[in-house]
């Protein structure tokens, strides 16, 4: 049965395998909760190359995961026949998405279809899927079920499809995204991740969520440095106030950040500057935070509210038009690539690819890890409550 991992001899970590990995926002959050990410696989060889750059400890695939097995995944993987606690991964969502022509029969909408088969040839303990809100619309009917279907057919339990928003989870992002776990049968089916923030100070236990000021307002601003015209680094001197910059530059110790411990950089990438016209920054300039700049239709952000979800933009085949880039609160000009991981919560050792756009359609395709980490969260528990099960069996037999 998939996940005896105490009787298989239960290594101090759970394992998992990012299926469509990108640059590895959910591969951070799942081992912020204390995964081992044994292997990550992407069809675009950019985003394997950025997440090696990211997880030198984790094995990192370019593959199109619509013709590999499961034993093929294993092998390219190197992971032989051992037991995988979870498989986990966001299949592309453009065929699924409320932005964009939303073709019905968009080949990129089978690769849900075709999660749920490697999820029934890997065989692990339990599998956590993550799609675009869209994917619940009647345009989507016919790939939720099928995926569906096949999920159970391979000897899964499913939950409700849960519709998360980053912002509850400490992300100060308005995204709503979908998550769907299974259980192989005979494991407990994990409940719902729960809100830990909120935007109410007088919600009991829950976390007031940090907003756009308490992730960007230490940065520097990019237009004072003339060199990040070529060059995308910058030293960060300034202290940050807020806890959760201060977390994500290293200077705080997050104690439910259960990840590998990374070298702290000296410089802060993903500063490269946009040069804007004048007339471009006049109209920036006469826009008010929390307004839409009436000519480019981009979002001013307000230093005391969420940012709206940040969108990837297209890849080469399809145009390589980039998504629009929230206005920056105070500087008149398009946030940088950096700004825009704050405000999806990677820290700032997490690097990107150096040019603008690619960046930015890394960041907008990526779970963003604290959300990630919400889900995976409730894996380890589920994980943890079975192997106590399993203990106590133990010991009742051992005492007959």
């Not at 976390?207 to 990019?222: E, G, H, K, N």
Request: glycine content about 10%.
């Amino acid at each position: 049965m998939p996940g005896g991992t105490t009787k298989r001899g239960m290594s101090p970590r759970p394992t998992a395998i990012d299926l469509f990995c990108g640059v590895g926002g959910m591969s951070l959050g799942f081992e912020q909760a204390g995964f081992d990410v044994l292997a990550a696989f992407d069809c675009e060889q950019r985003h394997v190359d950025t997440y090696h750059g990211n997880f030198p400890h984790a094995k990192a695939v370019c593959a199109d995961l619509s013709a590999l097995s499961g034993d093929e995944v294993r092998a390219q993987a190197g992971l032989g026949d051992r037991h995988i606690d979870v498989v986990f991964g966001g299949p592309p969502c453009q065929g699924f998405s409320f932005i964009g022509q939303r073709k019905r029969n968009d080949p990129r909408s089978e690769l849900l279809l075709h999660f749920a088969r490697l999820v029934g040839e890997i065989k692990p303990s339990y599998f956590v899927v993550e799609n675009v809100s869209g994917v619940l619309k009647d345009w989507s009917a016919k790939w939720l079920q099928g995926f569906k279907k096949k999920a159970r057919q391979a000897g899964y339990e499913l939950s409700e499809a849960m519709l998360l928003n980053a912002a509850d989870f400490g992300v100060p992002q308005n995204r709503r995204r979908v998550f769907i776990i299974g259980a192989h049968k005979g494991l407990a089916l994990p409940q719902c991740p729960e809100p830990l923030t909120t935007g109410n100070g007088n919600a009991g236990a829950l976390l007031l969520r940090p907003v756009v000021s308490d992730a960007i307002s230490d940065l520097p601003d990019i237009d004072d440095y003339g060199h990040l015209l070529t060059s995308n680094g910058i030293e960060l001197k300034s202290k940050a106030a807020a806890d959760y910059a201060q977390y994500l530059r290293g200077e705080k110790r997050d104690p439910t950040d259960l990840s590998r411990k990374r070298r702290k950089s000296l410089r802060l990438s993903g500063c490269l500057r946009t040069e804007h016209t004048d007339e471009t920054r006049r109209r920036f300039r006469s826009t008010q935070q929390g307004e839409y700049e009436p000519v480019s239709r981009l979002y001013r952000l307000r230093w005391d509210g969420l940012a709206p979800t940040i969108r990837a933009g297209t890849d080469s085949s399809r145009g390589s038009f980039m998504a629009a880039r929230p206005i920056h609160p105070e500087h008149d000009r398009c946030i940088s690539v950096r700004e825009a991981a704050r405000l999806h919560s990677f820290p700032d050792w997490f690097q990107f690819h150096g040019t603008k756009w690619h960046g930015f359609r890394q960041i907008g395709n990526s779970v963003p890890p604290l959300l990630a980490r919400g889900a995976a969260q409730r894996i380890v528990e589920a994980l943890c409550e079975g192997h106590a099960e399993e203990r106590h069996e133990d010991t009742a037999t051992a005492s007959l």
